[in-house]
T-cell receptor
Framework: ETGVTQTPRHLVMGMTNKKSLKCEQH?????MYWYKQSAKKPLELMFV???????ENNSVPSRFSPECPNSSHLFLHLHTLQPEDSALYLC????????????????FGAGTRLSVL | LAKTTQPISMDSYEGQEVNITCSHN???????ITWYQQFPSQGPRFIIQ???TKVTNEVASLFIPADRKSSTLSLPRVSLSDTAVYYC??????????????FGPGTRLSVLP
């Protein structure tokens, strides 16, 4: 148990569906992240939120829409996805800043395995 | 972004010590060196972090030479359950431009019986 909970663990959706991935962290952290990991590929950073503001968006297609209502929750809204979007989606959190050199150790959830048919 | 280079794969046998070296020639003054472990279909898990010299915890040791241009993760007496991908990252906190490090392909460690 890492203190970061992702739901659902598995999701199968059609290309016309709309679904959302949820992430919740119980660590009191102030930064949250979405990563995509395709088969046998490195993790790709999608979005970063620090203090509930988006600080990074790595050219992610608009069919992925993040939402961070507070520092403990992060959502990834999905619509009209493509089969190549099938992957493991990982959420992470870290304590960023807080005076002095921050070490940005990230704690990951177990991920959501997404299959787009 | 600080770039890292590490072997793509390594094999070892149970009970052996495994050393995985990571090169990071353009490490910046404020950068820390962090290692993660990832099992299939799970998120990466923090193993150890250091800035210079040697750091040891209950899982591993991290050796960093004085010039900090490389680092070595040492896993003592590995077991089959240590089979995983190990990532070396170099970076600092989030800055105005976002995250200043990236996950590379990592080193796939296979521990054989």
């Amino acid at each position: 148990e890492t203190g970061v909970t992702q739901t659902p663990r598995h999701l199968v959706m059609g290309m016309t569906n709309k679904k959302s991935l949820k992430c919740e962290q119980h660590l009191g952290h102030n930064a949250m992240y979405w990563y995509k990991q395709s088969a046998k590929k490195p993790l790709e950073l999608m979005f970063v939120y620090s203090l509930e503001e988006r600080v990074e968006n790595n050219s992610v297609p608009s069919r992925f829409s993040p939402e961070c209502p507070n520092s403990s929750h992060l959502f990834l809204h999905l619509h009209t996805l493509q089969p190549e979007d099938s992957a493991l989606y990982l959420c992470a959190s870290s304590q960023d800043g807080a005076g002095g050199p921050a070490k940005n150790i990230q704690y990951f959830g177990a991920g959501t395995r997404l299959s787009v048919l | 972004l600080a770039k890292t280079t590490q072997p793509i794969s390594m094999d070892s046998y149970e009970g052996q010590e495994v050393n995985i070296t990571c090169s990071h020639n353009n490490i910046a003054t404020n950068d820390y060196i962090t290692w993660y472990q990832q099992f299939p279909s799970q998120g990466p898990r923090f193993i150890i972090q250091g800035y210079k010299t040697k750091v040891t915890n209950e899982v591993a040791s991290l050796f960093i030479p004085a010039d900090r241009k490389s680092s070595t993760l040492s896993l003592p007496r590995v077991s089959l359950s240590d089979t995983a991908v190990y990532y070396c990252l170099v970076g600092f906190a989030l800055d105005n431009y976002g995250q200043n490090f990236v996950f590379g392909p990592g080193t796939r460690l296979s521990v054989l019986p």
